[in-house]
């Protein structure tokens, strides 16, 4: 039973510019409309506490405006703190232009959240009904990565442990990826990613390949529109449809998905029925604007509704 989500990933201030199109090398472009807000790990937390999952940040946080705006927006959404800001650095943020078919594409600068060490972790006490939330940006880290993955192995066996690779996932070190894997429950990853794990095509076939790789609680394959792949131990693949909508902003939808998959196991929910409500939450998220776009339990219970009376 999970009674608590513990984030070891990363919060940003996310800089985000909605453009008609990706300007051309050198060019300039004038942005429709834009805002500057806490992101990153934020996106996922946020998706827990609306599905009623108590969250504590565990990642580093720093000293400026922009940590200042980081603890600001996690304190109004009920997320507690475990670490004190780091002095003399701020929070790192990121630019996101967001094209006009909700497609997005990210620059990162880093900050405080990228000098998590052991220190940190140690300070953090983790009980056998807690969710641990690792990101694949955090694992890049030089810092990060392998204080993450050396303190991952100490922490009970009952502890949940779920890994979200990210985009850059090709460029977490082996020894900091194998010793994560090694612990981790469920893996939930995007196709793309998928792909670039396995070399499978196939969705299902990816979802296979990457649940022999680790071959605890399960693997899940998002597969956008479509919905996701899940692997459970002991079942084959299944695919849980998703939810026709029309898409305004996709930034945050798969933070939205593994926040409400959270939600859902911690509430009593079968992986199944996680997932569909995790589809269902993405798909709320990608017909608003912004990053931390996730739906309440309300809204969600709401649409499940709806989409079930359509049929």
Do not use: C, K
């Not at 296979?208 to 071959?215: F, K, M």
């Amino acid at each position: 039973m999970i009674e608590r989500l513990v984030h070891v990933g990363n919060v940003v201030i996310d800089l985000v510019m909605n453009v008609p199109s990706l300007p051309v090398r050198g060019g300039d472009m004038l942005a429709r409309s834009s805002q500057v807000t806490a992101g990153g790990g934020y996106n996922v937390m946020t998706a827990a506490r609306r599905q009623g999952l108590p969250v504590t940040y565990a990642g580093a946080h720093g000293t400026g405006p922009f940590g200042d705006l980081a603890r600001r927006q996690l304190s109004e959404a009920g997320i507690d703190l475990a670490q004190p800001a780091e002095p003399d650095v701020d929070t790192g943020f990121d630019v996101a232009l967001v094209d006009a078919q909700g497609e997005r594409t990210f620059a990162t600068s880093l900050g405080a959240e990228a000098r998590l060490t052991r220190r940190h972790l140690d300070a953090v006490r983790v009980g056998p009904t807690d969710a641990v939330y690792v990101s694949g940006y955090g694992l890049v880290y030089p810092s990060n990565g392998p204080a993450i993955a050396g303190w991952l192995a100490g922490l009970p066996g009952e502890a949940v442990v779920i890994t979200d690779p990210g985009p850059l996932v090709a460029d977490i070190p082996q020894a900091v990826r194998d010793a994560v894997l090694a612990r981790t429950d469920w893996w939930s990853a995007n196709l793309r990613e998928a792909q670039s794990l396995t070399g499978e095509s196939d969705p299902v076939r990816a979802a296979e390949a990457l649940y022999e790789r680790i071959g605890r609680a399960g693997v899940l394959v998002r597969t956008g529109p479509d919905g996701a792949i899940l692997r459970e131990r002991g079942r084959p693949a299944v695919v849980v449809p998703g939810f026709a909508v029309s898409q305004l902003d996709a930034n945050g939808a798969g933070d939205a998905h593994v926040g409400a998959f959270l939600a859902g196991l911690a509430h009593g929910r079968s992986p199944v029925e996680a997932v569909r409500r995790a589809n269902a939450a993405a798909a709320i998220a990608v017909t608003r604007s912004g990053p931390a776009t996730a739906p309440t339990a309300g809204e969600t219970d709401a649409f499940l509704a709806d989409a079930l009376a359509a049929r």
